[in-house]
């Protein structure tokens, strides 16, 4: 019984469907059925459940779906979820007012297009007919167009620029609030006037822009504009002609600001280029790269280097060309990096050959990475303090010889008179004492002529002489003792050479007393190079260089001291009375050594 009940259930439902079949028939046929299956616009034929009925080819070919997919699906499953709340709406209003208006937006699986649909009841067959037409198109067109007004709205409006609009004869017809602000006007009050009205100078210059902005469409410069309050504004403006609809529009920028700044930095540069070229000290900008920005007119005198060569360079390499050693350089900049500044002094050799003296400061990141050391030349000053000190302690060594010179003397002579009455009566066997006896005695008379030379001027007769023969006897003499120590001279005279002005014994005692030297700290023997050629700056330079053990560089300072030695035996008489000598023919001596691979003494002589 129960399974007859529901054979005749399920017969019923079948005859219902069959009755909804023939009604969709007969209204296909009263619609027409050309319309629904030629209609450009999509249709759907739901029923009272929101089903899906049937649909034209036009709607299938716009979402590019199956009608087996859509037919008895709900209108809920093509429509997104999150416009199901305005699907209902649409549906209440036709079921309320048998029709209804609206957007439809339709999910294809792959995106969503948007249709405008009409929907009413279709006869009294309980179903609803939709018609669709793609609006996606249209939609975006009309969002972009919001989107552009809105655009407009914040350039135009909102803008920092003052924008006008204006007509083919000059007049204002729209401006924005920067614009009112720019010209000291309300928006009223600028629709009443035109462009040129503000234009302090209508000059030559004025014409010609106005001219060039009609011949090219467009043109951006800057003139003075007079505002109605009295008040002058430097503006910078951009015209684009038929810009909007025929209009013209400008671009307004107060720029007045602007050349207040540029004015006053241009006078806070000039006046620091002032004391920067004015500074008697050397000043010398360098960036974070370690490269050479700038430098003043007392720098590069005093590096005698030219700025063009400068900058650009590496301070690395500009401070190694001048023989930095990279110890002291690392130790300068580290001192920078940790604490924001340095100072000091350092020896500089300049490309001249000239040793000299600096005093430095160095300041980190003054300004925009920019590092400044500023430095000057101690040379001077250093050489005259030296010669003070030098010229104090010759005084009292002067007034010492003075006093004991002739007091040693006198039994000097005495001894040496006895020793010679001696001489034919000393026996074979102490003749060797006799010997030394002799040898010391001739050295204290050496020592005591060396006092005399520091305790007086000497009566001394300069002539002008060629220093490359007065060298040349001077090798020649010393040439015996030199192989009897394994030492060999090479020599280098430069050819026509001009004259020297000095007195010939005196600089071969110099010459003696290195050359000395040069031999006795070279016990295992070895080369003595001797070089007389043409120095700078209208100078003879005489280098005399050994191969022995070398002078520590705390040590080179004090040489030609009194009584500083680098020997045993020796008394520093001899070096002094060298450097008094040089000094008295207006030269000077540079020593220059390494430990382990010898030194070398250069003398500078003037030429004449």
């Avoid at 699907?87 to 079921?95: A, F, G, M, N």
């Amino acid at each position: 019984m129960v399974i007859m009940n529901q054979e005749i259930r399920r017969l019923y439902a079948r005859i219902e469907t069959l009755e909804k079949e023939n009604n969709i028939l007969a209204n296909n046929n009263s619609l027409g059925y050309n319309l629904f299956s030629h209609s450009k616009d999509g249709i759907i034929i739901f029923d009272s459940e929101e089903k899906i009925v049937d649909v034209n080819p036009s709607f299938i070919e716009s979402i590019k779906m199956d009608k087996q997919q859509l037919i008895g699906n709900s209108l809920y499953e093509i429509v997104p979820e999150n416009r199901h709340f305005k699907l209902e709406k649409h549906i209440e209003l036709l079921r309320k007012n048998k029709s209804a208006r609206g957007i439809l937006p339709v999910y294809t699986g792959r995106s969503i297009i948007e249709f405008d649909f009409t929907a009413s009841i279709l006869n009294d067959s309980g179903l609803y007919m939709c018609l669709l037409r793609d609006v996606t198109s249209k939609r975006l067109l009309e969002r972009k167009v919001k989107k552009n007004e809105e655009l407009y709205a914040d350039l135009f409006i909102e803008a920092l620029d003052g924008i006008i609009f204006w007509g083919g004869g000059g007049e204002i017809i729209d401006a924005n609030e920067a614009a009112c602000r720019i010209f000291e006007c309300t928006h009223d009050e600028l629709l009443n006037k035109k462009i040129k009205d503000f234009v302090y100078e209508k000059s030559e210059r004025y014409k010609s822009i106005v001219k060039e902005m009609f011949v090219k469409g467009s043109i951006r410069d800057e003139l003075v504009f007079l505002m109605p309050n009295g008040q002058f504004k430097s503006l910078e403006f951009t015209v684009k002609l038929n810009s909007v609809e025929g209009y013209h529009m400008t671009i307004f920028r107060n720029v007045s600001e602007r050349h207040a700044m540029e004015k006053s930095l241009r006078e806070s540069e000039q006046k620091f280029r002032m004391i920067f070229e004015g500074a008697l000290e050397g000043i010398l900008l360098w960036n974070d790269q370690f490269q050479i920005v700038d430098i003043n007119q007392s720098g590069q005198r005093m590096l005698q280097m030219k700025k063009d060569d400068l900058i650009g360079a590496s301070l690395h390499s500009i401070l190694n060309d001048c023989n930095i050693t990279d110890d002291e350089l690392k130790e300068q900049l580290r001192n920078i990096h940790t604490d924001g500044q340095s100072d000091g002094n350092l020896s500089i050799t300049l490309k001249s050959g000239r040793k000299k003296f600096f005093e430095f400061s160095n300041k980190h990141n003054i300004f925009s990475n920019i590092s400044m050391s500023t430095f000057k030349d101690i040379t001077e000053k250093l050489e005259m303090e030296e010669q003070l000190r030098k010229s104090d302690t010759l005084n009292v060594i002067g007034e010492l010889a003075a006093g004991i010179a002739h007091e040693i003397r006198n039994p000097m002579t005495a001894l040496k008179g006895f020793i010679q009455l001696l001489e034919s009566s000393v026996k074979e066997d102490h003749t060797m004492y006799f010997n030394v006896i002799t040898t010391e005695l001739s050295r204290i008379d050496s020592i005591i002529n060396e006092f005399l030379i520091l305790a007086k001027p000497q009566a001394v007769k300069f002539i002008e002489k060629d220093i490359s023969q007065i060298m040349k006897e001077t090798v020649d003499l010393l040439s015996a003792q030199a192989v009897l120590h394994n030492v060999q001279f090479r020599t280098y005279y430069e050819q026509n050479l001009p004259k020297v002005f000095c007195e010939t014994n005196q600089m071969k005692k110099v010459f003696i007393n290195i050359i000395k030297n040069a031999i006795e700290v070279m016990p295992k023997g070895g080369y003595i190079t001797v070089s007389v050629q043409k120095g700078p700056g209208h100078k003879v330079h005489i280098t005399i260089r050994d191969e022995g053990t070398g002078i520590p560089a705390h040590k080179i300072k004090k040489l030609g001291e009194p009584f500083y030695t680098t020997k045993e035996r020796g008394t520093g008489l001899g070096l002094m009375v060298t450097y008094k000598i040089i000094e008295e023919h207006k030269g000077t001596i540079e020593v220059e050594s390494k430990l382990g691979k010898g030194t070398v003494f250069h003398i500078y002589l003037p030429l004449l």
